[in-house]
């Protein structure tokens, strides 16, 4: 992860860009050249009917690094690409939640909004308490029973 999918552009043009890009890439990601993934994919276009070339066309999949990491990937993406002599090349970014990825079967992180629903969830249920004991201290002191001077202020809030 990242994984690079080229379209629009021969695997040679990719071969002779890839390894000045993957040490590129690791430095602007923070991650081992070993963890990018390129692949080349062979698509055919079809414009009014007939076969026509692919536009040079470049999908980062990714875990989200922010704003100035994108942008410094997609510069250098087209650095590279457009060194090869290639006139211009578009490059879009599709971000992955690590709970939405999986690898064998297990996923690469826990979902944030889950993870604050539950502490929601544990927030309610000790308030839900709480207000459970007001409302019993309540009944015995309306029912001649003492109140401290604490849960009578408590109360009042």
Known sequence: MPHLYFRGLSAELVQAIGVSLEEELS???????SDLMMEVLHTTCVAGGRIAPSYPFVEVAWFERGRETRDAVARSLDA???GQ?????EIAFRAYKPSEYYANGE???ADP????LQALRADHAKLKEELARARKAAATAAS??????RLRDALRE
């Not at 430095?27 to 050249?33: D, H, L």
């Not at 909004?113 to 604050?116: D, Q, V």
């Not at 001649?144 to 001077?149: I, K, L």
Request: net charge negative.
């Open 85 to 89: 002599g290639v006139a211009e090349v």
């Open 107 to 109: 996923p690469f992180g």
């Open 113 to 116: 909004a889950e993870a604050e």
């Open 80 to 82: 590279h690409i457009r």
């Open 27 to 33: 430095a602007i990601i923070g991650c081992e050249t």
């Open 144 to 149: 001649g029973g003492t109140m401290s001077s």
